[in-house]
């Protein structure tokens, strides 16, 4: 990878035209929306997305863009509702994304034209986790079976490429029982009867959310590591700044020969 994959634009465009427009992407743990009407809204790989359990107990995850204006639709991070209105102008939906209606000066001319519903996109539970997908890729990852109980989520903003937060996850592992890792965006760790999920959610080119998923235990347990995480990706993203090249090993070497065939099959297309 060159420095300017890791701090400039353009290769995230590339990556959200690949990689994030093809694969199984994790956008939460399933326990954050846990009851009907519970709902959580992210950008992942640039994509807006949010992710939602209907009246009867079913997940699904939507596009976060009015079918009126492509505006937002939900705009706060995570809460619970019965309706999703748009804040611009006034469109509603319904909690499996079902246009319900508008004021009248901006109302649609069929209101029963299926093209009004919020787009639904490719939505599958595994071990906990709510999986989405934009295209119509092959089956969902396995994460290794069942895990124990859901303890909790933490959720740490990190000012760094996504690539880099990966490498750091990947640079002091080797596959195992005890560590895998999904591609693109899911680290998957087992210790006894813990298991801990690291969930990278690329927000913009240089600011990466890390979402720790705590299964068998308490959140609070794993803060500190959370908080060394931040520290550490924060100053590799200046070394790639600089040109200082990603840690090596096998995972991560796996690692960039997946974004070097993505780059690739840009280049190809484009």
Not at 10 to 25: I, N, P
Not at 132 to 150: I, R, T
Not at 196 to 202: G, N, R, S
Not at 223 to 246: F, S, W, Y
Request: contains cysteine; glycine residues 8%; aromatic residues 8%.
């Amino acid at each position: 990878m060159k420095p300017e994959d890791y701090a400039q634009g353009d290769g995230f465009q590339v990556e959200k035209r690949t990689v994030f427009s093809a694969e199984w992407l994790s956008l939460c743990a399933e326990g954050q929306i846990a009851t009907p009407g519970d709902f959580l809204s992210a950008t992942v790989g640039g994509w807006g997305v949010f992710g939602v359990r209907d009246r009867e107990g079913v997940v699904g995850v939507l596009r976060n863009a009015c079918r009126h204006q492509n505006m937002q639709v939900v705009g706060t991070p995570s809460g619970h509702c019965e309706t999703f209105r748009c804040r611009f102008h006034g469109w509603t939906y319904d909690l499996q994304g079902r246009f319900l209606g508008a004021p009248p000066p901006v109302a649609p001319k069929d209101p029963q034209s299926p093209e009004l519903h919020l787009a639904s996109l490719a939505t599958s539970i595994v071990s906990g986790i709510v999986f989405f997908s934009l295209a119509a890729p092959a089956p969902p990852p396995d994460l290794g079976g069942s895990l124990p109980a859901y303890g909790g989520t933490l959720t740490t903003e990190i000012a760094c490429n996504w690539k880099v937060c990966v490498e750091h996850l990947l640079a002091e592992h080797t596959p195992s029982a005890d560590f895998r890792w999904h591609w693109p965006l899911l680290a998957v760790r087992r210790a006894g009867s813990v298991t801990i999920m690291e969930q990278v959610v690329p927000h913009t080119f240089l600011r990466t959310r890390l979402l720790t998923h705590v299964f068998g235990n308490s959140p609070d347990d794993h803060r500190q590591a959370a908080a060394t995480i931040k520290h550490v990706c924060e100053r590799l993203q200046a070394d790639r700044n600089d040109g200082m090249p990603a840690a090596e090993g096998a995972l991560v070497a796996t690692f960039h020969r997946q974004l070097a065939e993505a780059y690739a099959q840009d280049r190809a297309t484009t």
